[in-house]
């Protein structure tokens, strides 16, 4: 195998490569990426068993077909610190060893034979359509931050995608949640659909995003019973799904909040973030104090003392409420427009939140104690 690759399209492939692998795997092959230069593509492969990653490069000459597979990580470590746009020659010189050399630089990487590499076809043709990638994106953002964290809860670790009807009318609806916090976003559908109900993993989702922040087009979605397939552009991301049944998340979104808190989002999300900052790690309890149209802000902790601070919003009742300051922050940051609303009933009461400039978006999240 004998072909030449560009260095700056080798080192974006290999950086998304490494999000997939697993940096302390038990099989060798498994920290290896599968390299096969064949009819004028080179074919870029890596995978965890759990989530394969495949990216087709064509601005390649190859002189000689053949495949084989290199440690992922040496090879991306050599690859970034070339000069951009400068072609890179490989030679597979023996079954075992791959020659690199570019400019001045020369090196020889072990390699394990193609045949060890752990990948699978499978026909995903059968429940297949297509969702604009920036749609898609903007589901992934909205509910990221709300996936749990907890290994006890595995059915938690992932956004649960499904569809709803609003209206008479379709949409693809993400949701995630901690049980602490919720966040749920829908996009309209152009076409009628069959998809059941699935849980994306989170290491698929931050892999997803990171392959989505730079692309405008049109994303191919398929899914079997366990797996999903996403094509676009020049690559395609295969990912198991999570086993388990997702809570009805239906219940848990308030129904009767009519205390309707509407303030400025930029200084609100200063304000909490300042305050917040006397908790090292934003998990005391914002006490938010509300009263003729205006909020005060306070944090205490024993260890580093307190912070106040007050705002002008628009409030026609009394109430105090505490949330985790950090919940907060993440919601607050993920809105587009100038405003944020939060919708109130009781100091014991989940909180309702809304962009007024999204109206495809909401998240709810539980109060602290005390």
């Known amino acids: 195998m004998k072909f030449s690759v560009n260095q700056k399209d080798l080192q974006n492939s290999l950086n998304y490569c490494q999000g997939v692998i697993e940096k302390r795997s ?30 087709n490069l064509s601005n390649i000459e190859i002189s000689e077909e053949g495949q084989t597979t290199t440690s992922c990580s040496v090879m991306y ?10 072609k890179i020659n490989f030679n597979l010189v023996s079954e075992n060893k791959i020659n690199l050399e570019s400019d001045k630089s020369t090196f020889n990487l072990n390699c394990i034979k193609a045949s060890e590499f752990p990948i699978t076809e499978e026909n995903f043709k059968e429940n297949e359509f297509v969702l604009n990638s920036k749609k898609l994106l903007k589901l992934l953002n909205k509910c990221k931050f709300s996936i749990s964290n907890d290994e006890t809860r595995h059915y938690l670790s992932g956004i649960f995608f499904h569809l709803t009807d609003v209206e008479n009318k379709k949409f693809l609806t993400a949701a995630a949640t901690d049980s602490h916090r919720m966040a749920i976003s829908k996009t309209l559908l152009s076409e009628d659909i069959e998809f059941e109900p699935i849980i994306l993993p ?3 989702i931050f892999q997803l995003c990171s392959l989505l922040e730079d692309y405008d087009g049109d994303v191919k979605i398929s899914n079997l019973k366990s797996k999903i397939k996403f094509e676009f552009n020049n690559s395609i991301l295969i990912s198991k799904l999570i086993d388990g049944k997702f809570p009805n998340y239906f219940q848990v979104i308030p129904k009767d909040n009519q205390k309707k808190l509407e303030i400025e989002l ?10 917040a900052s006397v ?5 005391d309890g914002l006490r938010m104090s509300l009263s003729n149209n205006n909020l005060n802000l306070s944090v205490n902790n024993s260890n580093s003392g ?36 939060i919708y ?14 999204d109206f495809d978006s909401i998240y709810v999240i539980m109060p602290m104690k005390g």
């Open 26 to 55: 038990t099989l060798p092959i498994l920290s290896n990426v599968l390299l096969d230069a064949q009819k004028g593509n080179l074919k870029i492969i890596a995978t965890d068993l759990d989530l394969i990653f495949i990216q």
């Open 77 to 86: 470590d050599i690859v970034r610190k070339f000069n951009n746009e400068k």
């Open 202 to 204: 989170k290491k698929t």
């Open 266 to 275: 930029k200084p609100f999300l200063t304000s909490v973030d300042r305050v």
């Open 279 to 283: 908790s090292l790690d934003k998990k």
């Open 306 to 341: 307190d912070g106040k601070e007050s705002l002008a919003v628009k409030f026609d009742h009394e109430l105090d409420i505490s949330f985790n300051p950090r919940y907060l922050i993440d919601v607050a940051s993920n809105l587009e427009g100038n405003k944020i609303e």
């Open 344 to 357: 109130l009933k009781e100091s014991g009461s989940p909180a309702l939140i809304k962009d007024p400039s």
